[in-house]
């Protein structure tokens, strides 16, 4: 019980960082600064497998 309400939790926030990381994304794409695209991109990227590996245990 606690276990599934924790993971739950987590993929929530998880969902959260994605938003906020995709509104930087934008805004950086918009300025133009590799560096910055490429880091979020990256983070986007792990955030997505720690969802995807938060989903897999909450389906146990």
């Known amino acids: 019980m606690k276990r599934s309400k924790r993971l739950r ?3 929530e926030s998880l969902e959260r960082q994605r938003d906020i990381h995709l509104e930087k994304l934008e805004k950086v ?5 590799e560096y910055l695209i490429n880091y979020y991109k990256k983070e986007l990227e792990g955030i997505e497998i720690e969802k995807e590996k938060k989903k897999e245990l909450l389906d146990r």
């Open 29 to 33: 794409i918009e300025e133009g600064d």
């Open 9 to 11: 939790k987590g993929i």
